[in-house]
């Protein structure tokens, strides 16, 4: 059947565990074996349209995954409360407790992606993180996803190029010691870390997820980023992993 709705709908949308279970399906088992032994965590910044973020929900659902959701802190009252039913009908539905003010810029982007980043690293079990943002859909089942990360065998899937001189900030030191970027302070030497841009939306191994989230510091390379006037989400995980000597 096909349901219209528009922004205005949001205000009267019923967002009960029964209503929002009825209006969609919702398996209770994996649908392969390959599946179940590969689960996924998606990882999405929103901040509006909650119909939408229902539906994309229903159409990624699989039980075995991990769905966790970085809300914009200007987001209304109204959304914030509808995200919190969907998480109450869904254990595999997570929230992150630290909300960031987002922009069009990519300002606070990358923060929130690692508030969820640091939610799924305490789960057990999925391969790899899919970073998404509010309106983003999926291209593929999650069956074809699986096939097509298995093939990664443990890589990342990140866009990496190179930046214009204006997206990287001027006099800016990139050595690991001026940025603190180990927590090990005993790592941080003079080697340089090498600036890269790509797309926001990235698919993430478990390692390095781990590796990002127990190893790194990455606040003073956070509030370089944030001095950009746009494009800031587009730095941070293409310059982690076109890095050679972090590995």
Known sequence: YVVTVNRSSDKHWDTSCNAIRQRGFYPAVPLSSAEKNFPLAFIRIVYKDFHLQELLFNLMYAPQNFYCYALDAKSTSLFHSQMRNLSKCFSNVLLTEREYEVDSAGHNMSRSFLECLRVVRRLPGWKYAILLQNNDIPLKS??????????????????????????????????????????????????????????????????????????????????????????????????????????
């Open 142 to 247: 999650n069956r074809e996803m699986v096939q097509i990360l298995s093939a990664l065998n443990g890589s990342n899937d990140i866009n990496i190029g190179y930046p214009n001189a204006d997206r990287v900030p001027n006099g800016a030191p990139w050595t690991f010691r001026a940025l603190t970027l180990f927590n090990d302070e005993k790592q941080n030497d003079d080697r340089k870390l090498r600036i890269a841009k790509g797309s926001t939306s990235a698919s993430l191994s478990y390692a390095f997820v781990e590796f990002v989230v127990d190893k790194l510091n990455l606040t003073i390379l956070l509030d370089k980023f944030d001095r950009l006037s746009y494009g800031v989400d587009e730095m941070l995980f293409p310059s982690l992993n076109s890095e050679d000597s972090l590995g």
